[in-house]
Structure formats: structure tokens, C-alpha cells
């Protein structure tokens, strides 16, 4: 054994010695590449042998993660070192599968699945009929390696009860220190709101998804300060967390963050108070009737609304109804209304998947441009994932996306009611609330391209379907099987 181990060593130096030495000559010739062998040689073993581990790396990088695009260094939207690695993950997990040919039927039967599976089927159609296929097939290649990775692949690894707060800890700690960097930075501006718009870069392409993931995270990060078997030092962590988040929230000046958190709010009323469903609905189609009858006098009254976006955080908070002159909420509704012109001419199939940027610029009114409107898709997308859907993808595909958002929440609550571990009765309600905050959000901007929100909405959406299938029964014995 001991001359193996000698001879093992030895090998293992000469191959570092080789590698220093190639690196160095490549080096020297400016080439440096050579120089990310061993990560890449380390992502491939995890791939194959630790693939829990490396999806947890996955997710503690998604904060940091950097767009190449962005950077300069490529035409192409594409996050280092996260998306490469869910690529790959995409294709392993999916080989193992086919080679295993055993599925568990509690997942694949699960009205979540069923739901994704049928919202995924419509995109691949609609990949078909697009008008820019090779731009569809690309967006739909890049959902795929989101959701086989990280919901088909999560719930199975959400066996183990604890690896759901792992999940959650990973993509908090690293982004509360991604928050931390940009208040250091922004207080050497004076917490300019100008400043805000950009200051987050290059983790965060801009305030609004920055501030659309840190109110992700602060239901979340409520929900783990309720854990009973955490530590005085874990409860301080936290709580210096949370902290953190809110004052980065605050500082964002991102006024639909803000809407999403109190509509969260809203919701955990309304389980805490234990009002029915049916009654819900009945104040929302009541809301909707009002709405509908009295449009023209809240038209004029939101028309005499001139207070533009501003550092003083209360007139800030009064721009948000301002559609006279307020420019980010003009172009907002100029997105819109070129998303609704989009659907009324192609209404049942869409313009294809991820196709909007490259499409909307002709279905842009004169009368609706705005001081920041661009014919060339470069700040934003539709700034709705329901409205962006629905132009991408027709009325199949936001109704496909709709079912898909109904059985989640539906789904989660239920199991809320019902489920007896009070543990994970306070995880699951995190959940829930973490999600109202960024569907709430997704009215006004939508992020689901990129891995900063898709990391933890996928997850989440995965923690329902484990909790659901493994972990809701009383005294139920859990088949813990390893996982690579």
C-alpha cells in the first residue's frame, strides 16, 4: 500500500510539474487559457462523483455570477461560472436518467410536474413557429438546463430534510455579501439614486432585479431565524442579515421590490389570519368590477400624478402611480402595449421564445416613446413576465405559465394547512411568501432568463414538490438513498 500511495504521489507531482510547465510557456505566449484546466478538470469529477456538491456550488455563485455579454468579452447573455456548469449538468442528469430508466412516480404524477412538463411542451411547439428559431431553441435549451438541474434533480435530492435549508443558507450568504459590496460602494456615492441604477454591477445587470432577489430573500431569511435548533451565533448571523437585505432593499429604489414585499405581507395576513380561499377570490373579482367601472376616474386621477422618481424615498414611493411623466413608468407601459400589439398579431403561437427584444422595436407608437426608448432591445425585455409570455408564446403559453403558477400556490397551500411538521409549516410559508414576491414582481419586470432569479424560483418550486411527496406525512419513514 504504501509503495502505491508513493507511486500515486509521484505521478501526481510529475502531472503538476507538466502542468506548470505548459501553463507557463502558454503564459508567456499570451494565451490563458490553459491556465482554467484544473477548474475545469474539478467540475468534470464533481459532475460525475459529487453532483449534489457541485449543484451546491452552483447555487452559492449564482449572486457572483458575471455576464460575459456585460463584460465585453462575447455577444452573447451567458453567466459565469453558473450557466456552463447547469449546461453540463443538464446533459449528465438526463443521460443518467435514460440509462437508469426508473423514475419516481410521485414526482413525475405531481400536479407541479405535470404543470411544467406542459408549459416546457409548449415552448418546444412555439420553438417551431417562431419567427427566429435559432433564438427560441437557445432560450428554450437555457430554461431546460434551470429546471432538469434544478427542480427534476432537487426534489430527489430534498429527500434529506436538510439539505432544503442548505439550499436556501447557500444563495443567502452570498448574497448578502453581493448587498454588503454594493452599500459599501453606494455610500461612497452618498446613496445617490442615480448611483443605484448601476452600482450592483457586474453581479446584478441593474436595480430592479437586484431588488426584485433581495425581497426574494428576506421571507426566506425570516423563515430560518424561526428554526429551533439554531445557535445564538446563527440567530445574530441572521439577523445581521436580514439587516442587510432590508437597508439594500431600501437603498435599491426599486419601487415594484417594494410593492412585492408588502403584497407578500398581504398574503401572510391572510394565512395567519385563516381566511378562505373563497373569500380571496370573491375580494379579488370585487377589486376587478371596481376597477373596471371607475377605469376612466382612476385614469384621471393617476394623469394628475406628476411627482417623478427621487431620492426622498416618500415621493419615490408616490412616482410609483405616476403615468404623466415619470419616464421608467411610461416606457414600462410602452413595453406593454408593444407586447399586447405583438399578441393581437400573432395570438396563438407568439413570436417564438426570447424573441421579443429582437421584435417589439415596429410595434412601438410614436405617441408612447419615451426619453429611454431604444429600437434595439438593449435595456430590458417586456418588463412583464406575463405580458412577455403571452407575445413570446401566445395564449397557450401564458395559460401553460398561468396553470403552471396556479398549482404551485395552490399546491403549497393546501400543504401548508395541513402539514403537521411545524418546522417546515415555517419553511414552506417562507416559501410561499418569497414566491408572492416575485410573481407580484413579475407584473412589472420579468427576470426568468437569467440564473439570478431562476436559481431560486426553480428551488423553490422544488422544496413544494419535496415537502409535498416526501416530508407532509405524519411519522412518515423517508427513503433516504444516496445521491451523487
Given at each position: 500500500m504504501p509503495k502505491a500511495l508513493s507511486r500515486y504521489n509521484l505521478l501526481?507531482?510529475?502531472?503538476s510539474l507538466v502542468f506548470i510547465g505548459l501553463n507557463g510557456y502558454f503564459l508567456f505566449k499570451g494565451n490563458y487559457y490553459v491556465s482554467f484546466l484544473p477548474l475545469a478538470v474539478s467540475v468534470v469529477y464533481f459532475s460525475f462523483y459529487k453532483t449534489k456538491e457541485l449543484l451546491f456550488f452552483v447555487v452559492l455563485c449564482t449572486p457572483f455570477s458575471l455576464n460575459l455579454e456585460e463584460l465585453a468579452?462575447?455577444?452573447?447573455?451567458?453567466?459565469?461560472p453558473t450557466e456552463?456548469?447547469?449546461?453540463?449538468?443538464?446533459?449528465?442528469?438526463?443521460i443518467r436518467a435514460l440509462m437508469r430508466g426508473t423514475y419516481d412516480k410521485k414526482l413525475l404524477n405531481h400536479p407541479i410536474t405535470i404543470a411544467t412538463l406542459f408549459y416546457l411542451s409548449w415552448m418546444l411547439i412555439t420553438v417551431f413557429t417562431s419567427s427566429n428559431p435559432?433564438?427560441?431553441?437557445?432560450?428554450?435549451?437555457?430554461?431546460?438546463?434551470?429546471?432538469?438541474?434544478?427542480?427534476?434533480?432537487?426534489?430527489?435530492?430534498?429527500?434529506?430534510?436538510e439539505n432544503m435549508y442548505r439550499i436556501v443558507w447557500l444563495y443567502l450568504i452570498s448574497l448578502a455579501a453581493?448587498?454588503?459590496?454594493?452599500?459599501?460602494?453606494?455610500?461612497?456615492?452618498?446613496?445617490?439614486?442615480?448611483?443605484?441604477?448601476?452600482?450592483?454591477?457586474?453581479?446584478?445587470k441593474d436595480h430592479t432585479s437586484y431588488g426584485a432577489i433581495v425581497a426574494f430573500y428576506i421571507p426566506l431569511t425570516i423563515g430560518l431565524m424561526f428554526r429551533k435548533k439554531n445557535s445564538a451565533i446563527i440567530q445574530y448571523v441572521l439577523i445581521l442579515i436580514l439587516v442587510i437585505l432590508t437597508v439594500g432593499l431600501v437603498y435599491s429604489y426599486t419601487r415594484a421590490a417594494w410593492i412585492s414585499l408588502v403584497a407578500a405581507l398581504g398574503v401572510w395576513g391572510l394565512f395567519k389570519l385563516k381566511i378562505h380561499i373563497k373569500y380571496v377570490a370573491l375580494l379579488g373579482l370585487f377589486a376587478g368590477f371596481v376597477g373596471f367601472q371607475y377605469y376612466t376616474d382612476i385614469s384621471i386621477a393617476l394623469s394628475k400624478n406628476k411627482?417623478?422618481?427621487?431620492?426622498?424615498?416618500?415621493?419615490?414611493?408616490e412616482s410609483i402611480s405616476n403615468v404623466s411623466t415619470d419616464a421608467s413608468n411610461l416606457e414600462r407601459i410602452n413595453r406593454w402595449n408593444c407586447a399586447i400589439r405583438m399578441f393581437e398579431e400573432k395570438p396563438f403561437f407568439g413570436w417564438g421564445p426570447g424573441t421579443y427584444a429582437f421584435e417589439y422595436a415596429p410595434f412601438q407608437h410614436s405617441s408612447e416613446i419615451t426619453v429611454i426608448s431604444t429600437n434595439f432591445g438593449n435595456r430590458g425585455n417586456a418588463h412583464s413576465e406575463y405580458l412577455g409570455t403571452l407575445a413570446e408564446m401566445g395564449v397557450i403559453g401564458l395559460f401553460s405559465f398561468l396553470v403552471l403558477l396556479f398549482f404551485v400556490f395552490y399546491r403549497a397551500s393546501?400543504?401548508?394547512?395541513?402539514?403537521?411538521?411545524?418546522?417546515l409549516k415555517t419553511l414552506l410559508l417562507s416559501v410561499i411568501l418569497a414566491l408572492t414576491s416575485y410573481f407580484i414582481h413579475g407584473v412589472l419586470n420579468n427576470y426568468?432568463?437569467?440564473?439570478?432569479?431562476?436559481?431560486?424560483?426553480?428551488?423553490?418550486?422544488?422544496?413544494?414538490?419535496?415537502?409535498?411527496?416526501?416530508?407532509?406525512?405524519?411519522?412518515?419513514?423517508?427513503?433516504?438513498?444516496k445521491i451523487n
Open positions: 501526481l507531482v510529475f502531472l468579452l462575447g455577444n452573447i447573455g451567458f453567466y459565469l456552463p456548469i447547469l449546461f453540463g449538468l443538464m446533459i449528465l442528469l438526463s435559432i433564438v427560441s431553441l437557445k432560450f428554450l435549451v437555457a430554461k431546460l438546463w434551470f429546471v432538469i438541474p434544478l427542480f427534476f434533480y432537487l426534489v430527489i435530492v430534498f429527500r434529506e430534510k453581493v448587498v454588503f459590496i454594493t452599500l459599501v460602494r453606494h455610500y461612497g456615492w452618498g446613496f445617490d439614486q442615480k448611483a443605484a441604477h448601476w452600482i450592483m454591477s457586474p453581479f446584478y411627482t417623478d422618481s427621487s431620492e426622498n424615498i416618500s415621493k419615490h414611493i393546501m400543504l401548508y394547512i395541513k402539514l403537521d411538521d411545524k418546522e426568468l432568463d437569467t440564473d439570478k432569479a431562476s436559481v431560486p424560483v426553480w428551488t423553490c418550486f422544488a422544496i413544494i414538490v419535496a415537502i409535498d411527496i416526501y416530508h407532509s406525512k405524519r411519522n412518515k419513514e423517508i427513503t433516504r438513498t
